[in-house]
Nanobody, 129 residues
Framework: QEHLVESGGGLVQPGGSLRLSCKVSVFTLDYAAISWFRQAPGKEREGVSCISSGDGPTYYADSVKGRFTVSRDNAKNTVYLQMNNLKPEDTASYYC??????????????????????WGQGTQVTVSS
């Protein structure tokens, strides 16, 4: 079953913006936490952000804090990643991820990609120099 589908990637200039979408199916988004990861060639997968269900915590990687904003629209079963002031080092394939019982982002755990069961297909973000 397909659980997550990302969209919104593309080619942008440095300083530009993109909004990525992660549409969730099979399960309701209301009680699901969603994480964003990215992976560039030759680099390990990096946790970008995690948004909890309800009033749980939201986290960002230091490299994107202040530039990226994660949000959710439960009625649309969609999580968004607004990316502003993009830099060439943001170039990567971006993935959203979750699990069947993943409802709350946990500090020092959410960034560990091996903890996740379900991944989208990825969407490519390229920031030209």
């Amino acid at each position: 079953q397909e659980h997550l589908v990302e969209s919104g990637g593309g080619l942008v200039q440095p300083g530009g913006s993109l909004r990525l979408s992660c549409k969730v199916s099979v399960f309701t988004l209301d009680y699901a936490a969603i994480s964003w990861f990215r992976q560039a060639p030759g680099k390990e997968r990096e946790g970008v952000s995690c948004i909890s269900s309800g009033d749980g915590p939201t986290y960002y990687a230091d490299s994107v804090k202040g530039r990226f904003t994660v949000s959710r629209d439960n009625a649309k079963n969609t999580v968004y990643l607004q990316m502003n002031n993009l830099k060439p080092e943001d170039t990567a394939s971006y993935y959203c991820a979750t699990g069947p019982f993943f409802e709350r982002c946990a500090e020092q755990v959410w960034q560990k990609y091996r903890e996740y069961d379900f991944w989208g297909q990825g969407t490519q973000v390229t920031v030209s120099s």
